[in-house]
């Protein structure tokens, strides 16, 4: 087991690195500025220029379209279509995805941000020559933005089963009717597409009724009813809108892979997009964490600088230590996904997926602390970063959803050999502790 880094693996981490400290970060206090002037002017929802600024730059540097990993054998892609990025591994990316995470706009900037990364997955994977041609392309380029419609008001999406709406064929066309929320980045007004998870056979089979289509956001009937905010954050120009669908028709070729096929796609974009944000959350931390520490060392408090108080040498240390094993269990699940595919990797994704962000809130809750009263204020980036982080708790499946998924991996390993030992032995009787 070899912990070290290649050097293909150290040159992309330092690349994005120096990336974001050499053009990024000296950039933050014009990024706030452009984004209180346009919500000075009432216009709040239009891209910020800094970001398309530097956009050219990452692109002329190498570090655009990082995200997608080279495909498999088992993959519906086209080779005749090439898709413009490097093509890193899950474990490259990861390296270049932490560094990123510790600006919140930098991902963007390397047109690395979701959920247009999730969305031009599927479309490289399982879209259609002229799908790609037609949409992949300019997201590619970063002409356009996307947003993903699954989870819905009505029903308890956790358990993508209930989603009720309905994308019905009609002819050439399919109609689509529901109501989908937290649809992000449909507040932006360069979003153009969008993928809509529904009910494509009402009486089909409990995974295979659902379908996943392309939905042109200017159609007829497709309403963006408001935009909700997290924790009083509405994240212009980016934004998670309520949709309401009414009628919509689409051609019946923008149909994603076939009808029935809309948990097959899912798996295969939840996967890479659950990671990519448990990335990002460990850059979230070690930001906060050296925020933490900056500020302890520059306050006095009865008589010694606060962080010589033994409380916060213990909470110091346990975010050092809670980052340190969070980074390699999601070091771990890239690799797995590398070597043996993202079905292999489930369970290592799933608990990374629960792990980082519960990891991350309580990094920044300690960081808060620290900076007292400005830690909940606008002066600090840490009260945004925390509402970010509380949503991830939520996002790609709630932690409920993980945590049994990996419990019931867990107990499989001992119920099948409870089984296979009552076969061998006959029944056992009650009351021995033999079955308890």
């Not at 010589?308 to 699940?333: F, G, N, P, T, Y």
């Amino acid at each position: 087991m070899d912990f070290g880094l290649s050097e293909r693996q150290r040159d992309m981490r330092d690349r994005v690195r120096a990336f974001i400290d050499d053009r990024i970060r000296p950039r933050t206090g014009d990024y706030a500025a452009a984004a209180r002037a346009a919500d000075e002017s009432g216009d709040r929802w239009q891209p910020n220029p800094v970001i398309e600024e530097l956009k050219p730059a990452a692109r002329e540097a190498g570090l655009w379209n990082l995200f997608m990993p080279p495909h498999s054998g088992q993959d519906h892609v086209d080779d005749s279509f090439v898709f413009e990025g490097r093509q890193l591994t899950n474990l490259e990316y990861a390296l270049c995805a932490e560094e990123m995470g510790r600006v919140s706009w930098a991902s963007e900037v390397f047109n690395c941000s979701a959920p247009d990364t999730g969305n031009m997955e599927v479309l490289h994977r399982y879209g259609t020559r002229a799908q790609k041609d037609r949409w992949l392309t300019p997201l590619m380029n970063g002409e356009i933005r996307s947003a993903f419609l699954m989870t819905e008001p009505d029903v308890a999406s956790s358990d993508a089963t209930n989603i009720q709406a309905s994308i019905i064929r009609d002819g050439d066309e399919y109609v689509i009717n529901g109501r989908k929320w937290w649809s992000s980045g449909a507040g932006d007004p360069r979003c153009e597409i969008a993928i809509c998870m529904g009910k494509s056979d009402p009486d089909g089979s409990r995974h295979g009724s659902q379908s996943m289509i392309l939905l042109p956001m200017d159609s007829r009937g497709v309403t963006v009813k408001r935009v909700l905010t997290v924790y009083g954050y509405d994240h212009a120009p980016h934004g998670h809108a309520e949709i309401s669908l009414d009628d919509v028709r689409v051609p019946a070729t923008n149909m994603l892979l076939g009808e029935g096929r809309g948990f097959e796609i899912a798996q295969g974009r939840l996967g890479p997009g659950r990671i990519h944000h448990c990335m990002r959350t460990i850059g979230v931390a070690e930001e906060a964490l050296e925020a933490m520490c900056r500020r302890l060392a520059s306050r006095v408090a009865f008589g010694k600088y606060i962080y010589q108080h033994s409380v916060w040498e213990e909470r110091i240390a346990r975010a050092r230590i809670d980052i340190e094993m969070s980074r390699l269990l999601c070091l771990k699940a890239a690799d797995v996904m590398d070597r043996e595919g993202n079905k292999a990797a489930k369970d290592e994704i799933a608990m990374i997926k629960v792990q980082a962000p519960n990891m991350a809130l309580g990094v920044l809750d300690n960081a808060i602390q620290a900076h007292g009263g400005g830690g909940v204020s606008q002066d600090h980036d840490l009260a945004a970063a925390w509402a970010s982080m509380r949503t991830l708790r939520f996002a790609d499946g709630p932690d409920e959803v993980h945590a049994r998924a990996i419990a019931r991996s867990e107990m499989g390993k001992y119920t099948d050999l409870k089984a296979k030992a009552g076969q061998a032995r006959g029944p056992v009787p009650s009351g021995t502790g033999a079955n308890q």
